[in-house]
């Protein structure tokens, strides 16, 4: 890495933590801090959804198949655009609609104190470990792009680099400080910031690396046979793809970093806009952000797979666009670590020590929110520094946060649409689609508890054949058929129903739509975070001997986006 390189980077680091620090202003009780205050623009709301989807692994997994199969990656990754549009259109305005300040509020509302603390808890511990995890990855993937002198007390003698410790603790400390200060107003605006900081790298790095390879025409001419398939009849199905969006429906219906989305607008036309502007983002987008890989394919075909996005975005990149890159590496993993430390941090703040307390002020329960930001972060980075020696466990949590995703979030999505089930639909679900996963994870293979008996091996056999079908079958259909049963057998309206119902009832009369609006300084702040790039587009060029009019036409680029914004909020303030 070049000077120019580590200038940018460190210029990202501390301008999201500046960013968290002004955003802070707009932060003065609780609800500002896991809610913005329901006054988040609809479209910050979106773009942070869609950044949410992001982590490290997005470059290494995601980068990794579409080095091997092309646009099978891309059409998996639509799924979540269809997913996102089919929430829009069902989902996304009645969680507006129900007048909850938390995810966690109406699971305790709907299921009961059981479920709320079987939820929290079980989520939590999946959540954080498997965050944790994505911070490791994405630390270990960037301190091997960054090198360092020998003498630099953060420098690892054995690899010449960046100490992968220092690493977990600088990059985990900036996202635990901007949270913590700024809450979900820091973390939706940074998301903002890094949905432009990544699109801005990989729209740097796909016409420089279509120009390596005779353009357009000479990367479609030169590209394996079926590169360009949809599906992979052996693995990557029709039949997987539906799978794959119906899970997604669930994880981004029901999950609570996505709900908090939608809650945090103005309205249910907002929660539904906004989820719409996600969905719409991921029917683009892949295709754009998986060319770099792809297109890496024809020119290095005997690349290691995992580092070719790397390898594709390092090879045509001027100088200082590298660190834009790991720029753009790191706010995935941060969009998806300050999601779950906000969203966790709301439901131990507000559902768990608020009903414990005596004596609840606005500002205790803000103080209370930042005290746990900082020790579920605290936690997080212990648990990143020490994946390694977790072994096992680790990859034991994660196949379990595998095997639990639906079975726990199908009941809370099932719920909002049934009148008759209840706490108990919770335990069943979540505990029959838990045995099941088991069985079918840990009890089949070349090293399942099964794989020595005999009378199993036609069984474990067709079990190796039809693990794609088993995964949507656990994942999907199991749970949800458990449901079905649970409604059918159950009768009347549950309480729990009921609960909620009041509780919209109550928030619709104190709350009217027509009286909700968004908050423009959030905008205004981001409009200038714009200009400070753009700025440093320009900056870039003296650094460079060529590609410069690339660098000048993306830092015009950026100046024409903070113009609207700034026109937007003007024309906005003056309609109101």
Known sequence: MATADWTVLIAYLLGTVLLGVMLGRLVKNSSDMFSAGGQSPWWASGLSAFMTMFSANTFVVWGSIAFDVGMVAVMINLMYGVAAL????????RWKAMGIATPAEYVGLRFGAGALHFYTWAMMVLRVVGTAAALYALAKILVALMPLDPSNPLCDP????LSLRWAILIFGSVVVL????????????????????????????VP?????????????????????????????TVFFLA?????????????????????CVPTKKDARK???????????SPLLWLLPPMIYRVSNPGAD?????ILACKSVLPIGMVGLMLAAMFSATASMVSSQLNVFSGVLTNDIYKPLAKKCTPKSLLYAGRIFTIILGAVLIVIALEIEKLGEVKNLIISITELMVVPLLAPSLWGVFSKRIGGRAVWITGLSGFILGALVRFGFGTDGWFSGMAAMASLNDWVAANANFLKTFVGVIFPVSVLAIVELCSRGVDTGWQAVADLSCAHEAESPEAAAHSNPVAAKVVAWCLVVCGLMMFSLIFVNEKDYGILAGFGVVLFVIAGTIFFAVRKARETA
């Open 274 to 284: 906004s989820t719409f502007l996600f969905g719409a983002l991921y029917l683009v």
């Open 158 to 161: 054995e690899t010449g680099n």
């Open 178 to 205: 901007y949270t913590m200060i700024g809450g979900l107003w820091a973390v939706l605006m940074t998301d903002v910031l890094q949905f432009i900081i990544l699109n801005l790298a990989v729209l740097f790095a």
């Open 305 to 309: 797979a995992e580092q070719a996005y």
């Open 208 to 236: 420089l690396a279509l120009s390596q390879v005779g353009g357009l025409g000479g990367f479609i001419d030169a590209a394996p046979e079926g590169f360009f398939d949809l599906v992979k009849e052996e693995k990557y």
């Open 86 to 93: 089919l929430v829009g259109f069902f989902v996304a305005g």
């Open 243 to 263: 799978g794959w969006a119906a899970i997604h429906f669930f994880m981004i219906g029901a999950e609570w970093a996505f709900v908090q989305r939608f809650l």
